[in-house]
């Protein structure tokens, strides 16, 4: 477990810690009494758990949702220690063990060639939060029109990581090395250079994946990609364009290529770069 990721499970546990302390303050002692109304430890350390699991399955299904609608299928859906991922063509169940993996990740990738690739992706980004955002709502909600005590305790938690899930990706840039929803949704909506680094990617992604190979990915994509400011999105067009010369044939790729790859190692998750296959 690398020093960044411990660095950023801390930070993120101390401001959910503030988050719920806040939150706390703000609550009335009959609201309390009605969430804690069972005095069994365990099913309070039951509901949180569950409550966890949920808010995060929920956000990255929310994602899943807005690709799968406009006819993407699903490529990686990762929550604890569940993951389904796609392999040979087939989804697959697995159980994850990278730690970096743990917040949840999913991924959609498109069957066809979209007229307008920046703008479905645009709802697949929005998904998460949207789907987190009307999840504590709702559950707050309900919270507010029954009472049961088996169930309080989980409505209200649930309701309230869901809520700081939806701030967590929409108020920050960046989350660890990568950029959140919020700021994804603004890329690509963006007229500048960001919009065009943004599209110029997904054009590529989108053009690989309809392909099954990168033979097609547009050297103007490539080079605008690489004209982005951060490492991780540099990254993919050397990437792409390693593998169109495999694809192409050539049996001795540029060694310059592959040594600037390399140089982004550093800027991603282990798991993640070794699906790579960069040697």
């Known amino acids: ?3 960044k990721f411990i660095k950023e499970s801390l930070i993120g546990s101390l401001l959910g810690a503030c988050f719920t302390l806040a939150a706390y303050q703000f609550i009335d002692q009959d609201t309390l009494s009605k969430i804690f109304a069972s005095d ?9 758990v569950l409550a966890v699991f949920l808010a995060i399955a929920i956000h990255e299904f929310g994602h899943i949702f807005f690709g ?3 006819g993407f299928k699903v490529e990686l859906f990762v929550v604890g220690f569940f993951g389904i991922i796609r392999k040979d063509g087939k989804l697959k169940f697995f159980l994850n063990k990278d730690l970096q993996y743990f917040g949840g990740v999913a991924a959609t990738s498109p069957t066809k060639k979209h007229k307008d690739i920046r703008k479905n992706f645009a709802w697949i980004v929005a998904g998460g939060p949207l789907f987190s955002l009307l999840l504590g709502l709702g559950l707050i909600l309900t919270f507010t029109l029954q009472d049961n005590y088996l169930l309080n305790a989980f409505l209200v938690f649930t309701g309230f990581i869901s809520l700081a899930l939806f701030l967590a990706t929409t108020l920050p840039e960046k989350s660890g090395s990568f950029f959140t929803d919020r700021k994804r949704l603004q890329r690509l909506l963006d007229k500048g250079q960001d919009g065009k680094v943004e599209l110029a990617l997904l054009e590529s992604i989108n053009q690989n994946f309809v ?12 080079a605008i990609i ?4 951060e490492p991780f999105i540099q990254f993919w067009g050397y990437y792409f ?3 169109q010369q495999k694809d192409k044939g050539i049996e001795s790729p540029d060694e310059s290529i ?3 790859l390399k140089s982004y190692e550093k800027d991603f998750p282990k798991a ?6 960069i040697e």
């Open 40 to 48: 069994n430890p365990l099913v309070i350390l039951i509901s949180v």
């Open 241 to 243: 364009e390693l593998q």
């Open 226 to 229: 690489k004209t982005a400011k």
């Open 211 to 222: 392909d099954g190979h990168c033979q097609n990915i547009r050297s103007e994509n490539l």
């Open 68 to 70: 799968i609608i406009q």
């Open 1 to 3: 477990m690398n020093r």
């Open 258 to 260: 592959l040594t600037k």
């Open 272 to 277: 993640a770069w070794k699906s790579f296959g």
